[in-house]
């Protein structure tokens, strides 16, 4: 009986320890569930998905890649808010630092008759010691101005052998920009003329093949400056063993294959070469000397020779006169606008046994221009005459071609002179006299015109004279629009610019021939302006020397000044000023904005301060092509 109550207290007891040890392990699992829980959700709310929680008993371990050192201090922090810290296992992880980027190595030589520079990214002090010492050797007592930074990584493949290339380049162009990137070695300079520019090409690439362990590619770039040609002329010849043009002169490749086409295609022969420079009178230059060229090969034994506007036709006995004087005629009427036609033809040496009828031809062109060619009464009557037209047409625009042949007598004069009266009658026209008729003929805007004409000459010749008057009415074309307002031509000059910006050679004030072509386009608008009050401004960066900067704005904005005034324009109330980098329109501290920066700006003045107006060309478009130096980045 004692054993049944023993055995039954001690199943009793077992089946206690079995229940307690159950309920303990249900409440660890519990702890844990609510802990990895709650920590999680406080990991997820604070952006740190990254970590994974896993609960052991009352500790609690966190694993998962770090991205920094301050992701992981927060993670444990955290998660010490609902645990105690000394129960936390911390077996995160940091994240692999990212590999250290290549440095990207640059150097830039520039070298003018101030010294030489350089200026870049360069791959540690051995390099750096290595170029100063051969560019010094080079040098001379020139200075040379150290603007390198460093960057304590190998160097490139190849770059010492591109280094020692550019220097040698330095003995045979003294005056170059050079440029090095891991690839390419740019080679900047300026020639005098083609034959230079040929024989340094030839230097050059003997020095390539010297360098045979040379791995980078060469790029040249010599530029040859067009020349300034103080007068712009063509010369064109006809005579008894045909057509030649032995003078030709043209702005670009362009304008001078347009001359000598036409010139070919009427058959003339050619000079080797047009002329190209800078200087054309007009932009309108090639087109009047096709106009011209055309109209002159309809005649015989004729030059033709120009001369910035002046155009001459000069004939001789053998062309036929009245086609002569039709041509002159015509060809001032299709010649742009500001050009001049100036027509003359020898008279045969009279027989002195045969009397030569006397004859006087007056033309007036579109453009006012008045040409006077035959005979006067004598050499009062020639200075009457002459007096006489220049007061109805103008001093300037009279050329007077007449001779004095004293036997005609005071009728003829009166028939000259009534002939200058009807011709200011009309817009454009010819009149021709002789002692047996009177002929007229021309275009007027004025419906009236002819019935005047017609009473003038009953008046002045009396009603037994014999004239012919052919004349036709043209309605007048709309009426000339006025100057655009000044406003009006900056924006046109605005909008040129933010097309194509206005571009210069490195570290000068020269323009590049795009840049010239920019010009060319702002000189026209400006030609339809008239004398607006412009200042021409010129801006930089910041980068280099601030005096350095200074004038080498002052510099780009005169040159544009000469520019329009090489292209005929009116600049007696333009001017030109330098900022410098003192008004900065973008950050330079950026590339983007470094371009923005170097500009030239064209302002209105405004005439009751000293401070020109707000109205400005917009900021041209980034071109990176113009990265590159001290100051060619300015």
């Not at 150097?107 to 360069?122: D, E, F, H, P, T």
């Not at 950026?590 to 405004?606: H, S, V, W, Y």
């Amino acid at each position: 009986m004692r054993l049944s109550v023993t055995l039954g207290t001690g199943a009793f007891f077992s089946a206690a320890f079995v229940i307690s040890v159950a309920i303990a392990y249900s409440a660890v699992g519990v702890i844990e569930g609510w802990t990895t829980k709650t920590i999680d959700q406080a990991h997820e709310a604070a952006g740190l998905s990254w970590v994974a929680q896993e609960a052991s008993g009352l500790n609690v371990t966190l694993s998962g890649i770090a991205p920094s050192e301050a992701a992981r201090f927060q993670a444990m922090r955290l998660a010490a808010t609902i645990v105690s810290g000394e129960r936390l296992v911390d077996n995160m992880v940091l994240a692999a630092a990212p590999k250290i980027a290549m440095a990207e190595f640059s150097l830039v030589v520039l070298s003018n008759a101030n010294g030489v520079s350089l200026i870049g990214l360069i791959p540690g002090q051995t390099e750096r010691d290595f170029l100063i010492k051969a560019v010094s050797q080079h040098a001379g007592t020139m200075p040379v101005t150290d603007l390198l930074d460093l960057a304590n990584q190998p160097a490139p493949e190849g770059w010492r052998t591109a280094q020692e290339f550019a220097v040698a380049v330095l003995d045979v162009i003294p005056q170059a920009f050079i440029s090095l990137t891991p690839d390419v070695l740019k080679i900047r300079a300026i020639t005098a003329n083609d034959a230079t520019k040929r024989k340094l090409e030839t230097q050059l690439n003997s020095l390539q093949l010297q360098k045979r362990d040379l791995q980078h590619e060469v790029v040249l770039e010599l530029i040859t400056p067009r020349p300034v040609i103080s007068s712009f002329r063509l010369r064109l010849t006809q005579d008894a063993k045909g057509a030649h043009m032995s003078v030709c002169s043209a702005e670009t490749a362009q304008d001078a294959g347009s001359i000598r086409s036409a010139a070919q295609a009427a058959g003339a022969t050619l000079p080797t070469t047009c002329q190209i420079g800078l200087g054309s009178p007009s932009p309108f230059w090639s087109q009047a000397v096709v106009v011209a060229i055309k109209a002159v090969m309809q005649l015989k034994e004729t030059t033709l020779e120009i001369n910035d506007h002046n155009v001459a036709l000069t004939g001789s006995l053998r062309t036929n006169k009245d086609l002569f004087d039709q041509i002159a005629t015509d060809l001032e009427a299709e010649l742009p606008k500001g050009f001049f036609v100036t027509a003359q033809r020898p008279e045969p040496v009279a027989n002195p046994t045969v009397k030569k009828p006397a004859q006087f031809i007056a033309t007036r062109s579109p453009e006012g221009l008045v040409q006077l060619r035959g005979q006067v009464a004598g050499d009062l009557a020639y200075r009457t005459v002459t007096s006489y037209a220049q007061a109805q047409f103008g001093a300037a625009s009279v050329n007077m071609a007449a001779q004095s042949a004293a036997h005609l007598g005071e009728l003829w004069s009166i028939r000259v002179l009534t002939a200058l009266d009807t011709l200011a009658l009309l817009d454009k026209g010819i009149v021709r006299v002789t002692e047996t008729g009177f002929t007229l003929s021309g275009t007027t805007g004025q419906a009236d015109r002819k019935e005047q004409i017609d009473s003038l000459l009953r008046r002045s010749l009396g009603p037994e004279a014999t004239f012919a008057i052919d004349v036709t009415y043209i309605e007048p074309a709309a009426p000339a629009p006025t100057l655009p307002s000044p406003q009006t031509c900056i924006a046109s000059i605005a909008k040129v610019i933010e097309k194509q910006k206005l571009k210069f050679q490195p570290s000068s004030a020269q323009l590049e021939i795009e840049g010239r072509r920019v010009m060319d386009k702002i000189a026209v608008i400006l030609k339809e302006c008239g004398p607006i009050p412009l200042e021409i401004g010129g801006h930089t960066d910041s980068q280099g020397r601030e005096e350095m900067n200074q004038k080498l704005s002052e510099s780009r904005a005169q040159a544009v000044l000469t520019a329009l005034m090489a292209r005929r324009v009116s600049v007696a109330s333009f001017r030109a000023h330098g900022y410098g980098e003192a008004e900065p329109i973008a950050d330079n501290e950026t590339a983007e904005g470094r371009e923005a920066n170097r500009r030239i700006e064209f302002k209105l003045i405004d005439q009751t301060s000293t401070d020109p107006a707000s109205i400005s060309s917009p900021r041209p478009p980034i071109d990176a092509t113009q990265d590159t130096l001290e100051n060619e980045q300015n």
